[in-house]
């Protein structure tokens, strides 16, 4: 069964960059969409990035757009999201998600219900000081 690992979080000074990687093991990849999502303390989980399972259409969270960027490589079955000009309102426990039957959303893959994720990593924590 499909299982996801998040690595690459840590501290990080405002402005700068981490690479959060996602790699999965016991299943390919290849169909299945992928969202990034983080959770704040005191604040619920939202969603930050998403790409299907082609790769070829992708979403961001207006608060992220311009400054994430999420791609994956199928061969290394890895889904990975490079953040940049991070600030402190970035700090949280970051998240990667799959949703095995690829639901179909209309709107963009932003658009699919957190619930229709069925197989979640245990999260790596991102911190940004100012």
């Known amino acids: 069964q499909l299982q996801l690992v998040e690595s690459g979080g840590g501290l990080v000074h405002a402005g700068g960059s981490l690479r959060l990687s996602c790699s999965a093991s016991?299943?390919?990849?290849?169909?299945?969409?992928i969202g990034w999502f983080r959770q704040a303390p005191g604040k619920e989980r939202e969603g930050v990035s998403c790409?299907?399972?082609?790769?070829?259409?992708?979403g961001y969270a207006d608060s992220v757009a311009g400054r994430f960027t999420i791609s994956r490589d199928n061969a290394k079955n890895t889904v990975y999201l490079e953040m940049n000009t991070l600030n402190v309102q970035d700090t949280a426990v970051y998240y990667c998600?799959?949703?095995?039957?690829?639901?179909?959303?209309?709107?963009?893959?932003?658009?699919?219900?957190?619930?229709?994720?069925?197989?979640w990593g245990r999260g790596t924590q991102v911190t940004v000081s100012s």
């Open positions: 998600a799959a949703d095995t039957l690829d639901t179909v959303v209309a709107g963009g893959c932003m658009a699919r219900p957190i619930s229709e994720y069925d197989v």
């Open positions: 790409i299907s399972s082609t790769g070829r259409r992708i």
């Open positions: 016991g299943s390919s990849l290849d169909y299945i969409a």
